[in-house]
């Protein structure tokens, strides 16, 4: 066995020990971060921390730990007593008994800059990445979204949920269940050498979304024992810190959620939409199709084909039922104090699932929850908090819009949002097709066409997104290919463009 060391590749002695997976770092300030590791074999380990690539002493952190089949041989460790806006690269190790070491792969990150610095700040996200390997080959492409995005020297990318798809249709065993079929699902993603690479490369945000455990679930309706093993493979296989962390007893776990800082110049709210979520109204909306359009707009062909004049009764009184919520009490709370004390040029809002309206199919957005919805969009606006940006995966399209409370009643710019994604899953375009064919292709686009605003889109591309903030200046965010050039799409007039948006002064 070989493994890798500063000076080259050495043999490790004795010991069948081995870092299986990589490393990686993440939730990342700027004075820790949060280091992983796999093992395999339950011993004590060592974390050791440079100031330089040559990995030349002294060391700036060293910590331990012992790990073992209870958190599936994984290490986490919270290295503190760091410098702010410092490059900084790390390690694992084990010292044999009979005198030799094995090393791991060698990883690196940067530290945020200090809360009240002004600096510029580079970050990117995608998020929806099926890790199903078939005979050993993977279902969907090798995640060349995530070379193109290692090629953009981010300071930090999220990894913006569905980071595994445990209930993909291409399991060969069907869909995880169990907690060792969530743990294979991630053991089966630091396969893929582009997500390796990436998280060695630079440190990451990671979160949960519904594919994590089962599509589409709310903490509501969830089997709390398939929650919880989605959920602690999940905290398992991610560099995530898990202290600190808001309490909710009405949730089906604690909401994930975090806020970081870079400098002056930006605040990270990372939402957790999955946890506390309240059950959809599609049964009291009867699946209708599009329930939030106006009479007018769902007898506009070819809604007319589809759509009664007025959704079911009771239909809209459900999506908006104030005791519905996407957040939870404490969680929801909690981010609008941390909104309206943030003194941060840009406030960048991790988000799971869309807040611009589609209208089409809204039961799992936050358009379904409206009161949730309304209520963030009329503080944010109410508080004249500017600068708010929405980061959004989950669509596995390119999205980019203003976001108001309502596109006919309300329709005045409160925020702005940049779907992107997907890494490795079907485009939402292929979605469509295969679900509804060109008819309900067609229904789609029409319907984004006339009633979204949307300021441009692609529905058929794998992509990410990179959002470049200058200290005192603009923030642009632009969603790009796997090739990482700008995303090219549509509005909703029909004009080709590039998918990119620079908001502030």
């Known amino acids: 066995m070989l493994v890798l060391a500063f000076a080259g590749l050495v043999p490790a002695t004795a010991a069948a020990i081995s870092f299986t997976d990589g490393v990686a770092s993440g939730d990342v300030t700027s004075t820790r971060a949060i280091l992983w590791a796999r093992a395999d074999t339950a011993e004590n380990y060592k974390v050791e921390i440079f100031d330089?690539?040559?990995?030349?002493p002294p060391k700036v952190f060293q910590g331990k730990m012992k790990t073992d089949a209870s958190r599936d041989y994984t290490?986490?460790?919270?290295a503190s007593g760091l410098q702010p806006n410092t490059q900084y690269w790390f390690r694992f190790k084990?010292?044999?008994?009979?005198?030799?070491?094995?090393?791991?792969?060698?990883?690196?990150?940067?530290?945020?800059?200090?809360?009240?610095?002004?600096?510029?700040v580079k970050l990117g996200y995608t998020g929806d990445s099926d890790t199903t390997l078939v005979n050993?080959?993977?279902a969907f492409n090798d995640f060349k979204t995530l070379q193109a995005l290692q090629n953009e020297n981010t300071d930090a990318w999220i990894y913006l949920g569905d980071t595994i798809y445990s209930d993909s249709s291409f399991r060969p065993t069907g869909p995880a269940t169990t907690l060792a079929e969530y743990r294979q699902a991630y053991r089966d993603g630091r396969t893929y050498a582009n997500l390796r690479n990436l998280l060695e490369s630079t440190s990451t945000y990671p979160l949960m979304d519904d594919h994590e455990v089962v599509n589409d679930y709310t903490a509501a309706t969830v089997d709390p024992a398939r929650y919880a093993a989605g959920r602690k493979a999940f905290l398992e296989n991610m560099p995530i810190r898990e202290t600190g962390l808001l309490h909710d007893p009405s949730c089906a776990g604690d909401p994930l959620y975090r806020k970081y800082s870079w400098g002056s110049s930006v605040d990270l709210f990372v939402l957790d939409e999955r946890s506390c979520r309240s059950a959809e109204s599609v049964a009291a909306c009867q699946n209708d199709l599009a329930p939030t359009l106006p009479p007018a707009a769902r007898q506009v062909f070819p809604f007319n084909l589809f759509l009664t004049p007025n959704p079911p009764p009771g239909c809209l009184a459900?999506?908006?039922?104030?005791?519905?919520?996407?957040?939870?009490?404490?969680?929801?709370?909690?981010?609008?104090?941390?909104?309206l004390n943030s003194t941060a040029q840009y406030k960048?809002?991790?988000?799971?699932?869309?807040?611009?309206?589609?209208?089409?199919?809204?039961?799992?957005?936050?358009?379904?929850?409206?009161?949730?919805?309304?209520?963030?969009?009329?503080?944010?606006r109410n508080n004249g908090i500017d600068n708010t940006l929405f980061l959004t995966t989950d669509t596995h399209a390119t999205l980019q819009n203003h976001v108001a409370v309502d596109r006919f009643t309300d329709p005045s710019t409160i925020s702005?949002?940049?779907?992107?994604?997907?890494?490795?899953?079907?485009?939402?375009?292929?979605?469509?097709?295969?679900?509804?064919?060109?008819?309900?292709?067609?229904?789609?686009?029409?319907?984004?066409?006339?009633?979204?605003g949307i300021q441009c889109r692609n529905l058929n591309q794998n992509s990410y997104a990179?959002?470049?903030?200058?200290?005192g200046g603009t923030a642009t965010i632009t969603s790009k290919t796997d090739t990482g050039v700008p995303v090219t799409g549509v509005n909703t007039s029909g004009g080709s463009l590039p998918c990119t948006g620079t908001y502030g002064p």
């Open 52 to 56: 330089n690539a040559a990995l030349h």
């Open 75 to 78: 290490l986490k460790i919270d």
């Open 94 to 120: 084990k010292d044999l008994d009979t005198g030799g070491t094995v090393l791991s792969d060698v990883g690196t990150f940067k530290t945020a800059p200090a809360s009240n610095t002004a600096a510029n």
């Open 136 to 138: 050993g080959v993977p």
């Open 318 to 339: 459900a999506l908006n039922n104030p005791s519905r919520t996407l957040l939870g009490p404490v969680q929801k709370a909690q981010f609008k104090q941390d909104l």
């Open 348 to 380: 960048l809002i991790v988000n799971e699932d869309p807040i611009q309206q589609f209208f089409v199919l809204p039961y799992d957005r936050w358009e379904g929850y409206g009161a949730d919805r309304s209520e963030i969009l009329n503080f944010i």
């Open 416 to 452: 702005d949002e940049m779907v992107t994604g997907p890494i490795a899953t079907n485009t939402f375009q292929a979605e469509v097709l295969g679900v509804a064919g060109p008819v309900g292709l067609f229904a789609v686009n029409t319907a984004l066409n006339a009633f979204t």
């Open 466 to 471: 990179t959002v470049d903030v200058t200290a």
